[in-house]
């Protein structure tokens, strides 16, 4: 480094001595002294702390007492022309004895090309003859330090890295030219407020970040993945607005959700933001918090990250569903490995014309009223068969029990399949499928109650018409209200969702008319479908969250097909609505889990939900599903 005093030849030597030298970490050092004092008896000290070769251009760091100072960069022949940009330096003025160090820095960037040349400075002062340094070593490279003390080179890298994409091969190259910043700069505040990590490695990090819109803002791990937050799911935070409200961007949309795939088990994650300081850490959190393996524990534990149930629908498909897919789907190939355990009381149809398919979770005390129904009509105990599956195994014994003082006071046959786990509505009832031997497939809710006899012949009279591909009834609620008469679908603006909707709902059954008509869709709490068409389409989709938008989704299966979907008016029946479905927890936690579903149905089906649209009439419901 040097330090000196430079003053024109012609003036005394009535001078102070005073260091001039060159200090680096390539070549010798160079010292020499000069005592020198000006005709105007001023002087004039410099400081060079660096001199480095960045690439294509040569870096000088340093401080001059002068605001006016003017540097060429010599090289052999060549004399290049610098511009000087000044900062501020209080650790010199400290060291001067000054009242202040604004100026006393300066920077140089110089677009000379990297040569063998050997560099020399050339410094003209005010009323100076100028000075020439003779050669100077240089640094290998730029300490973090040097490079703050750099805005242009700052300036230029970060608008450099902006071209690339976070986390790139030339992003990586490039970020290496910023330093950690040494002072955060106003404005940029951030917190990771917590991790989950699912059994199928998949990460979910939360918190807060504030910053400028255009800022670059990621997150990174130890093994230095990035994730930006340009993809995670952002909310406002009235908090966070309220609590740095002097700052210009604080009403931005400052909290975070984002999805990590592949997350290590034990991870330290840090919020990262590239700003004109520097590379800055705003929050660094380590560990993570295990979700647990199960579906709908894990749903709750996502769920409870806040956000407004008016924008669930924008989070749903980016944050909740690729943790909740693998899980679903890794619960599923479990699941298949089981071996269901069957069990008839009495001796059922070797032919039937229809398979009566029961799912019985939680609760199983409508049994007794169904066998009663079925028992007094004579179509059904001649051409039906029915099987209860049994999709709650902590009940399965008490069932067993249930169903054995059942077939002896009634003599009515029937199947018992135990799944051995819960397998989901969709689940149980491709389960009772599997052990069905009849021509049709009725799918019905335990609670479910035919009011006369004749109901399944109706049903089962309409696929004479080889074009329809599944029957629904007039469900009615114990009042004898209407219930259900086929479902059509409305758009929930402030939801962001499709919703399936029961015209006529509460209106007295005499306003339904009895014609046999084509509807958009049916309840899955009582819907028939022809054995070969049930097969064709796969089944009821199991990649639901608990039970919503299966009977919707398997009705589209069925018309994307080429089969109709009609509701027949004569079979009439009782439907008590979600007796037969309960322990799915609160209401928040039920709105999300509707609409999360609704995100998936409506990315499976958005052509025929538009197509099967109807004016909305009422918006006061959040959803009337159809699959309980």
């Known amino acids: 480094m040097f330090f000196g005093q430079i003053i024109p030849k012609e003036t005394s030597e009535k001078a102070d001595f005073i260091n001039l030298g060159i200090k680096g970490t390539k070549a010798k050092v160079q010292k020499s002294q000069v005592k020198v004092v000006n005709s105007a008896g001023k002087t004039y000290s410099v400081f060079v702390d660096t001199i480095a070769r960045v690439k294509s251009q040569t870096v000088i760091i340093g401080w001059s007492t002068s605001q006016k100072i003017e540097i060429f960069l010599l090289q052999g022949t060549r004399r290049w022309l610098t511009d000087v940009t000044r900062y501020p330096r209080g650790d010199v003025a400290d060291a001067l004895g000054l009242s202040s160090g604004d100026g006393l820095g300066f920077s140089i960037i110089c677009e000379a090309p990297v040569a063998d040349d050997e560099v020399e400075l050339e410094i003209n002062l005010p009323r100076c003859e100028p000075y020439r340094t003779g050669s100077l070593a240089e640094k290998s490279e730029l300490s973090d330090l040097d490079r703050s003390l750099l805005p242009g080179l700052l300036e230029g890298a970060l608008k450099s890295l902006f071209l690339e994409e976070i986390g790139s091969d030339g992003w990586w190259t490039k970020i290496e030219d910023l330093p950690e910043a040494r002072k955060l700069p106003i404005g940029y505040n951030g917190f990771v407020e917590g991790i989950f990590i699912s059994s199928e490695g998949d990460g979910i990090v939360f918190g807060w970040a504030l910053h400028p819109a255009h800022a670059m803002i990621w997150l990174e791990d130890d093994a230095q993945n990035t994730y930006p937050l340009s993809g995670a799911f952002r909310r406002e935070r009235r908090d966070i607005a309220q609590a740095f409200k002097e700052i210009l961007w604080s ?247 499709w919703t399936n909707q029961h015209k006529g709902m509460g209106l007295a059954q005499e306003l339904d008319g009895a014609m046999l008509r084509d509807v958009p869709a049916v309840t899955g709490a009582c819907v028939m479908l022809p054995r070969a068409v049930f097969d064709a389409i796969g089944g009821w989709d199991t990649g639901y969250l608990l039970g919503d938008f299966e009977d919707s989704d398997l009705c589209f299966a069925v018309r994307q097909a080429g089969y109709r979907i009609l509701y027949e008016p004569s079979a009439v029946l009782t439907h008590l609505e979600r007796q037969s479905f309960t322990g799915v927890g609160g209401d928040a936690f039920r709105i999300r889990m509707t609409i999360c579903n609704a995100v998936r149905h409506q990315s499976r089906w958005a052509d025929s939900l538009r197509s099967s649209a109807e004016s909305p009439t009422d918006n006061t419901n959040l959803v009337q599903e159809g699959t309980e």
């Open 251 to 497: 009403d931005m949309e400052a909290a975070f959700i984002a999805h990590i795939p592949d997350l290590e088990a034990n991870p330290t994650i840090r919020l990262r933001v590239a700003t004109e300081a520097g590379i800055a850490t705003l929050s660094e959190r380590a560990g993570a918090e295990l979700l647990p393996p199960e579906p709908r524990h894990a749903a709750e534990k996502l769920f409870a990250i806040e956000t407004e149930d008016r924008i669930f629908h924008r989070r749903a498909p980016i944050i909740d569903w690729p943790v909740l897919k693998p899980l679903i789907e890794r619960r599923e190939a479990e699941t298949g490995k089981l071996t269901p355990r069957i069990k008839d009381f009495g001796h059922l149809p070797d032919i039937p014309e229809v398979s009566i398919i029961v799912p019985l979770y939680r609760r199983f005390d409508f049994m007794e009223h169904q066998i009663l129904e079925f028992d007094r009509d004579p179509f059904i105990r001649s051409n039906a068969e029915l099987i209860y599956v049994i999709d709650d195994p902590d009940i399965r014994q008490d069932v067993l029990n249930e169903a054995d003082r059942l077939f002896r006071q009634f003599g009515f046959p029937f199947r018992v399949v135990s799944g051995m786990r819960n397998r989901g509505y969709s689940g149980a009832n491709n389960l009772g499928a599997e052990h069905a031997n009849g021509a049709h497939l009725l799918f019905l809710n335990s609670d479910v109650f035919p009011i006369e006899t004749g109901w399944l012949e109706h049903m089962l009279a309409v696929f004479a018409d080889d074009t329809v591909g599944a029957v629904g009834a007039r469900l009615l609620f114990p009042d004898g209200g209407l219930q259900h008469a086929g479902m059509s679908f409305e758009y929930q603006e402030q939801f962001g969702i």
